[in-house]
């Protein structure tokens, strides 16, 4: 199971309670303002606005919400300018970490990821070090319930599919290419599949094994990056199986 695989469903889990959904209303906000400042307010032209938009509605956050957040990204209210970053690290046993964030202050954000990295047993890298390690891709999430698996990933094929990732019995992970994505997606729905989520993502082109305890120090690690309000997402290499 990949890092990605594993950790997404961690944070599916943990999304349930009203204070991790806050926080991810707060990332979903953020992603929309530079969305609209990135491309416009008018989602038919604008890829990752609709993107953005779409992954806020399947994570049941509000109209009002949602067109708050396109008002400030248009410059109609006031609105914080936030810089995107990405920083590259390494986890317990060298697991690479990509993680991205956006944030109103850079020193302040470096800052609160290099201290995470350094109690939890990681460190730093240099620009380049390991985003090498990732490649972009569009990323769907299924909920099978009680439909068969290999149906469901046979039909995924059929729309466009590269690759589907088994999470658990109940959920598949689909893998696109990052113009694919909204095809897929439309494709699957008109199937009357399932699906949870659809954006565009960074994940590891390969995985690496770690011993249970760097395994799990790694976890800790990539749970306390996630916590910070700053960072968007953050993928490692680790094969958690």
Same mark, same amino acid.
């Given at each position: 199971m990949s890092g990605h695989s594993k950790w997404s469903k961690i944070k599916h889990q943990k999304g349930v309670t009203d204070a991790k959904r806050g926080q991810l209303f707060t990332k979903l906000t953020r992603e929309i303002i530079v969305a609209v400042r990135e491309g416009g307010s008018d989602a038919d032209t604008n890829y990752r606005l609709r993107l953005a938009v779409q992954?806020?509605?399947?994570? !049941?956050?509000?109209?009002?919400n949602i067109d708050r957040a396109i008002r400030k990204g248009s410059g109609e209210t006031e609105g914080t300018n936030l810089i995107e970053m990405t920083i590259e690290g390494y986890g317990p046993g060298g697991a690479a970490i990509l993680v991205?964030?956006? @944030? %109103?202050?850079?020193n302040r954000t470096v800052q609160d990821i290099r201290n995470v990295f350094s109690r939890h047993g990681g460190s730093l890298g240099g620009s380049g070090s390991?985003?090498?390690?990732?490649?972009?891709? &569009?990323? #769907? @999430?299924?909920?099978?319930? !009680?439909?068969?698996?290999?149906?469901?990933?046979?039909?995924? #094929? %059929?729309? &466009?599919?590269d690759d589907i990732i088994t999470v658990e019995k109940d959920y598949l992970e #689909?893998?696109?290419?990052?113009?694919q994505l909204e095809l897929v997606r439309r494709a699957l729905t008109e199937r009357k599949i399932p699906v949870e989520s659809a954006k565009l993502a960074v994940l590891p082109k390969s995985? #690496?094994?770690?011993?249970?305890?760097?395994?799990?120090?790694?976890?800790?690690?990539? %749970?306390?990056?996630?916590?910070?309000?700053?960072?968007? !997402?953050v993928n490692s290499n680790v094969d958690f199986s």
């Open positions: 992954e806020a509605r399947d994570n !049941n956050m509000p109209m009002e991205q964030a956006l @944030t %109103d202050n850079r390991v985003a090498w390690l990732f490649e972009p891709k &569009g990323l #769907i @999430t299924v909920k099978a319930n !009680n439909m068969n698996t290999e149906e469901l990933t046979l039909q995924a #094929i %059929d729309a &466009g599919a #689909i893998h696109t290419k990052p113009d995985t #690496i094994p770690l011993e249970e305890k760097a395994s799990m120090q790694t976890l800790k690690l990539l %749970d306390k990056l996630d916590e910070l309000d700053e960072v968007q !997402n």
